[in-house]
């Protein structure tokens, strides 16, 4: 699978954007989902913002993102551009789906299902966007 940079780049959220209050809010009451026992992946986590606010919550968060991540940083403790192993209890994707190509998101559904635990959940957060899929 390729990733188009360019789409990424001309539509990434400001590194001072806000983490999404609703994703959050579901998170954080969603009755089968407890921090204490909850690993989560953030799966195009661009600067952190989901992940940190997750971990402030309680979650073990992993972030993973191959644009704005770093390759020799923990993915446990930042973006990093190296997929964690395993699989996860929760993988979610925030503002991604809507900045890469059509062929590219069906890879990025299918990895995002193969890193989830059967038993788990995948979510996705997508914002409208004016950009017609290639």
Do not use: C, Q, W
């Not at 551009?81 to 929760?90: A, E, M, R, T």
């Not at 998101?105 to 899929?133: A, C, P, Q, Y």
């Amino acid at each position: 699978m390729t990733y188009d940079k360019s789409l990424a780049k001309h539509t990434a959220l400001s590194a001072k954007t806000r983490p999404s209050k609703e994703l959050l809010s579901f998170i954080g009451t969603y009755e089968d989902i407890n921090p204490r026992n909850t690993v989560i992946l953030d799966f195009g986590a661009g600067n952190g913002r989901h992940s940190n606010a997750l971990r402030e919550m309680g979650f073990t968060v992993y972030s993973y993102d191959p644009f704005n991540g770093e390759l020799e940083v923990d993915p446990y403790e930042e973006v990093s551009v190296v997929l964690p192993k395993g699989k996860f209890d929760l993988v979610l994707s925030a503002f991604v789906l809507n900045v890469v190509s059509y062929e590219d998101m069906l890879g990025i559904l299918n990895r995002m299902e193969s890193l989830t635990k059967d038993d788990g959940f995948t979510i996705h957060i997508v914002r409208e966007d004016l950009r017609k899929l290639k």
